[in-house]
């Protein structure tokens, strides 16, 4: 069974930096395609970047709003996927899922499986 | 990018009743397109992917449908524990996600 559960978030400065992790169990970490999305209160659901498998190349993709100041990484040795938040915004709070990519067919893709979540307030 | 436009915002319902939750994408994304449901407090569960396969274990009450731009999620018969929020999502190139559709209890 696939069980996500992030930490690290808090309170944080505008301009601040904060590291969520996100652990994973239950799959072959090293080849699975991972993701975090976002909620601020009250608002809807917002994807915030991805990382692709090693098999793929491990590369990177990120959402206009956080490019260039949110860095997504993961640590196969401890099957842990990390997101690092610079210059952090009071735009920037919400709640940050870590979640898996699934996919039907080979073609298409979608989020089964999801963390708890974990609260991160920018504010002064 | 693909912006994804959800209609309602928010909807009023009774046990019951038999909804519909629009989808439409600023192009077409074919049928790359999943639909979730939320609940206060908790994460999105997968409900529909591929615009109309139901996820394992989701009662056939719900279903989807559409290609191209337009799609929809309609549940047959409203049960007290699908009152929550929707949201749909294309699939088709880096996700992105319709801004919810709220239903609630009439």
């Known amino acids: 069974e696939v069980h996500l559960v992030e930490s690290g978030g808090g309170l944080v400065k505008p301009g601040g930096s904060l590291r969520l992790a996100c652990a994973a169990s239950?799959?072959?970490?090293?080849?699975?395609?991972m993701t975090w999305v976002r909620q601020a209160p009250g608002k809807g659901l917002e994807w915030v970047g991805r990382?692709?498998?090693?098999?793929?190349?491990?590369?990177?993709d990120y959402a206009a709003p956080v490019k260039g100041r949110f860095t997504i990484s993961k640590d196969d040795s401890r099957n842990t996927l990390y997101l690092q938040m610079n210059s952090l915004e009071t735009e920037d709070t919400a709640v940050y899922f870590c979640?898996?990519?699934?996919?039907?067919?080979?073609?298409?893709?979608?989020?089964?499986?999801w963390g708890q979540g974990t609260l991160v307030t920018v504010s002064s | 990018d693909v912006q994804m436009t959800q209609s309602p915002s928010s909807l009023s319902a009774s046990v019951g009743d038999r909804v519909t939750i629009t989808c439409r994408a600023s192009?077409?994304?074919?049928?790359?397109l999943n639909w979730y449901q939320q609940k206060p407090g908790k994460a999105p569960e997968l409900l529909i992917y591929?615009?109309?396969i139901l996820t394992s274990g989701v009662p056939s009450r719900f279903s989807g449908s559409g290609s191209g731009t337009d799609f929809s999620l309609t549940i047959s018969s409203l049960q007290p524990e699908d009152f929550a929020t929707y949201y749909c999502?294309?699939?088709?190139?880096?996700?992105?996600f319709g801004q919810g559709t709220r239903l609630e209890i009439k």
């Open positions: 999502q294309q699939s088709f190139t880096t996700p992105a």
């Open positions: 990382i692709k498998g090693n098999s793929d190349g491990g590369t990177t």
């Open positions: 192009r077409s994304v074919s049928n790359y």
């Open positions: 979640s898996k990519y699934d996919w039907n067919d080979g073609e298409h893709y979608y989020f089964q499986s």
């Open positions: 239950g799959f072959s970490f090293d080849n699975a395609w």
């Open positions: 591929a615009a109309s």
